[in-house]
C-alpha cells in the first residue's frame, strides 16, 4: 500500500504561480512513475506531468513551457511548479504512484480568477 498527501492548492489571480506537493510513504518502489493529473467540472481526468524516479520528465501540451515537475526521491515526494497559470488551469489536481497498480491523492483544488 502507498498513501499519498498533496498541499499547496489554492486560488490565484491570472498570471500567478502556485506549487503543489506530494508525499508518498508505505511501500515504495525504487522504480515508480509519479506525476499529477487534473480534472475540471464537466471534463474527464487528464495527465498534467509526470516523472519518473530516474528523473524522465513528461508534460500535457498545454501545459510545457508553464509548468515544471520535480521530485525528491529521497523524501519520495513531487512536486508541481505551475506558473503563468490561466482561468483554464482551474481543476482538481490528483497526485498519483504508479508500479504495478496505481494510488491517487485525495485531491487539491487549484482555481485560476482572470
Known amino acids: 500500500q502507498v498513501q499519498l498527501v498533496e498541499s499547496g492548492g489554492g486560488l490565484v489571480q491570472a498570471g500567478g504561480s502556485l506549487r503543489l506537493s506530494c508525499a508518498a510513504s508505505?511501500?515504495?518502489?525504487?522504480?515508480?512513475?509519479m506525476g499529477w493529473y487534473r480534472q475540471a467540472p464537466g471534463n474527464q481526468r487528464e495527465l498534467v506531468a509526470s516523472?519518473?524516479?530516474?528523473?524522465?520528465?513528461n508534460y500535457a501540451d498545454s501545459v510545457k513551457g508553464r509548468f515544471t515537475i520535480s521530485r525528491d526521491n529521497a523524501k519520495n515526494t513531487v512536486y508541481l511548479q505551475m506558473n503563468s497559470l490561466e482561468p483554464e488551469d482551474t481543476a482538481v489536481y490528483y497526485c498519483?504512484?504508479?508500479?504495478?497498480?496505481?494510488?491517487w491523492g485525495q485531491g487539491t483544488q487549484v482555481t485560476v480568477s482572470s
Open positions: 516523472i519518473t524516479s530516474g528523473g524522465s520528465t
Open positions: 508505505g511501500e515504495i518502489s525504487s522504480f515508480n512513475f
Open positions: 498519483y504512484y504508479r508500479y504495478r497498480v496505481t494510488y
